[in-house]
């Protein structure tokens, strides 16, 4: 065998020898080192910390209801329409939007009464009961919308609560703060322990927004009521807060 051969037996000999260490490491190693990266590292650090925003709500919410009784059902429901139509423009001219008022129920019964005589029941007329939510993004306006409803005929006003509208904006924030707090925290942990932060292995977050402050249910009586001193509304503040927990490895 001449030199020419030798060589060109030593290049084909190195190329499959490159070509069989290749197809082993896609074969073999690429997996295995994939399913080696996918195992839960042996040491690990668990760090929670909590954001919290306070923040002002700046959306009041409640109902009201017109309950009426009468043997005549056309007659109590025109009466209830009536009342309940001149309450609705009532709070449109105090600035609330069409889309923020919304009808939630609107019910009719039949009331009945036992004779003990008899031992029957007969009909003895109506209930219809129609009730309508609104919120009011103007906290200025709450109060006199409250004070002039009875005038109008409604004889039920709900719980009111009050809400923040974009709790998404306060929840990013209440969140960043949470990732800072935990980072600064792993690091104080990690750096007085002579070792140091790896990649995150897992991280969750638990979100807790503002619980809404409910006010008394007044009930005004059958038929109206009179008008009332505008009350005191008093939103106050509410707490926006996000807890994460993050799962380091440590090197």
């Known amino acids: 065998m001449n030199d020419n051969s030798q060589v060109k037996n030593s290049a084909i000999a190195g190329f499959l020898g490159v070509l069989t260490l290749i197809v082993i490491y896609s074969v073999v190693w690429g997996p295995a080192r994939k399913y080696m990266d996918s195992l839960y590292p042996s040491r690990t650090i668990n760090v929670s910390a909590e954001g919290k925003v306070t923040v002002s709500p700046d959306v009041a919410k409640f109902s009201f209801s017109v309950v009426n009784e009468g043997s005549d059902p056309a007659k109590i429901a025109n009466d209830n329409n009536a009342k309940i139509n001149k309450a609705i423009d009532f709070i449109k001219s105090q600035g609330v939007d069409a889309k923020d008022i919304k009808t ?44 002039g409803l009875p005038e109008l005929g409604i004889n039920q006003i709900g719980s009111i609560s009050f809400e923040v509208d974009d709790q998404e904006k306060f929840l990013k924030e209440a969140r960043d703060k949470a990732f800072d707090k935990v980072k600064t925290k792993a690091q104080e942990m990690t750096g007085k322990n002579g070792v140091s932060l790896g990649r995150i292995i897992n991280l969750s977050e638990y979100q807790n927004g503002p619980i809404p402050y409910y006010g008394a249910e007044k009930s005004i009586g059958m038929g109206g009521g009179v008008a009332s001193v505008a009350p005191s509304i008093q939103p106050g503040t509410q707490e926006i807060t996000v807890n994460v927990n993050i799962t380091y490895e440590i090197k």
């Open 104 to 147: 939630t129920s609107y019910s009719l019964e039949p009331n009945y009464v036992y004779d003990e005589k008899t031992r029957k029941q007969y009909l003895s007329g109506y209930k219809l009961t129609q009730s309508v939510q609104v919120k009011v993004r103007d906290l200025n306006k709450v109060a006199v919308v409250l004070a």
